[in-house]
C-alpha cells in the first residue's frame, strides 16, 4: 500500500490480493499515476480506468472516493494477452 497526494488530496494506492507483482513494478505503477496528476479527481466514486506501460502491461484501477480516496489495482494484464478486434494503428515517425 502506498499513499500519495495529488491536487491536494490525499490517495492510498494498493493492490488486489489476485495481483502479484514486484516491489519494482508497484513503484513504477505509483511513478505513472503520479504522472496522471489532476485528472485524477476527474473520476467518480465507482469508476474503473486502464493504464497501459511497457513495463507492467494493462493495469485496471478500480477508484474509491468514500470514505477516502482509494485506487486498487485490480487487475494487471501482460501486453501477450491482449486482443484487438482490429490491427493496432501503426506510429509513424
Do not use: C
Amino acid at each position: 500500500m502506498y499513499r500519495f497526494s495529488i491536487g491536494g488530496e490525499e490517495w492510498i494506492l494498493r493492490f488486489s490480493p489476485q495481483v502479484y507483482i514486484e516491489a519494482e513494478e508497484k513503484q513504477t505503477i505509483l511513478t505513472s499515476i503520479l504522472q496522471i496528476g489532476n485528472d485524477l479527481s476527474s473520476f467518480s466514486h465507482g469508476a474503473a480506468f486502464l493504464m497501459f506501460t511497457k513495463k507492467v502491461g494493462a493495469i485496471v484501477f478500480d477508484v474509491e472516493r468514500i470514505p477516502s480516496f482509494i485506487l486498487t489495482v485490480s487487475n494487471i494484464i501482460p501486453e501477450e494477452n491482449w486482443y484487438y478486434d482490429s490491427p493496432p494503428l501503426k506510429q509513424t515517425k
